[in-house]
Nanobody
Framework: QVQVVESGGGLVQAGGSLRLSCTLS????????????MAWFRQTPDKERERISC????????????FYKASVKGRFTISRDSLKNTVYLQMTGLKVEDTAVYYC???????????????????WGQGTRVTVSS
């Protein structure tokens, strides 16, 4: 089964930057990283898990499409590297309220347009902690 592994979390001061990485491994011979629609969620102890960014594909599967939650739009950038089977979340202008455990989510959608993973079939990583100090 495909494995979802996050990395890149850590402690940073407010206003600083971090880049999270999410790598898919254990893909079978008939799977391709580009078939996967990916997302980043985050969760704090006092809030529900929230989806903050996705990267999927348009109908022709030629151009990636992105989604950003309003609270991170303009500060966070999601991207994918097919050669490395990795999705990145570049976070800039970090705020104390960005402190959370960040989870990467993967959903295999081989055809058709889709921006974000489906809720009921996605695979989740173990999470990476981001702490933003004031």
């Amino acid at each position: 089964q495909v494995q979802v592994v996050e990395s890149g979390g850590g402690l940073v001061q407010a206003g600083g930057s971090l880049r999270l990485s999410c790598t898919l491994s254990a893909l079978t011979s008939d799977e391709d990283f580009d078939e996967y629609v990916m997302a980043w969620f985050r969760q704090t102890p006092d809030k529900e898990r929230e989806r903050i960014s996705c990267i999927g594909w348009d109908g022709q599967r030629k151009s990636p499409v992105q989604f950003y939650k309003a609270s991170v739009k303009g500060r966070f950038t999601i991207s994918r590297d097919s050669l490395k089977n990795t999705v990145y979340l570049q976070m800039t202008g970090l705020k104390v309220e960005d402190t959370a455990v960040y989870y990467c989510v993967a959903d295999r959608v081989p055809v058709g347009p889709r921006t974000c993973p489906r809720d009921d079939v996605s695979r989740w990583g173990q999470g990476t902690r981001v702490t933003v100090s004031s």
